[in-house]
């Protein structure tokens, strides 16, 4: 693996464990408007932007689909449910964070959620301290797959995007960061990826544990050369 001096993390479905209650929120607001959505479904919108969901449930449930109060829906109930229950965060996360600290790797978090949103919810879940640079969905025109987030996030860390690496959990994360020329690394949430994105990620790992671990016998592998 070549040098890496940043790591650039998604949040839902990595850091937090967002997507589960998010695809059974959507479900609950769906059945107020007399509409379904199945997890096949729901997978195609993982990664990205408010945007760019709205493009595709219009195109899935019609132009007259009342995308934005089944969105606000979904967002209160969410917030409630999080509020309630508190910030699940993924097993690893601080163990990968402080371990990155320790090496003096710049952190970054870039996710499609909004950064009003991303900023709570890694206060929150005590993670916020422990990154250099936040940027959320809200703050860029295109939505991933573009790898627009990324290299905004690698200019905030004043990092060249061949020095970064992505931890990602969606095709279309993945798929960002291998047009950012980046190195991405799949750790699957909900999904695994699709069978024409397998190439696109370096490696692709079943924990953040296991990512940690990579980095560290990379390092010392590194180190004895």
Avoid: W
Wanted: charged residues 35%; proline residues 3%; hydrophobic residues 40%.
């Amino acid at each position: 693996m070549r040098t890496v001096d940043a790591v650039i993390f998604d949040m839902d479905g990595v850091l937090i464990d967002s997507e589960r209650i998010s695809f059974k929120c959507f479900q609950e607001v769906f059945k107020e408007y007399n509409y379904k959505m199945d997890e096949e479904f729901y997978l195609k919108l993982i990664g990205r932007n408010v945007k760019s969901i709205k493009t595709i449930m219009e195109e899935e449930y019609g132009a007259d689909f009342p995308f934005d109060i089944i969105y606000r829906k979904k967002a209160d109930l969410a917030y409630e449910i999080t509020n309630k229950n508190g910030v699940i965060v993924k097993p690893g996360v601080h163990e990968l964070l402080d371990y990155l600290n320790t090496q003096n790797y710049k952190i970054a978090v870039a996710s499609s959620t909004r950064r009003e949103r991303v900023l709570q919810l890694l206060e929150e879940a005590k993670i916020k301290d422990k990154v250099s640079y936040i940027i959320g969905g809200d703050q860029v025109e295109n939505s991933k797959p573009n790898p627009e987030i990324f290299l905004k996030a690698a200019k905030g860390l004043e990092m060249e995007p061949e020095k970064c690496m992505v931890i990602e959990d969606s095709d279309a994360g993945i798929t960002a960061a291998h047009a950012a020329k980046m190195i991405g690394i799949h750790v699957p949430d909900m999904k695994f990826l699709d069978e024409e994105n397998k190439d696109l990620a370096y490696k692709i790992f079943g924990s953040l544990s296991e990512v940690r671990e990579y980095l560290e016998e990379n390092k010392k592998a590194n180190s004895l050369k």
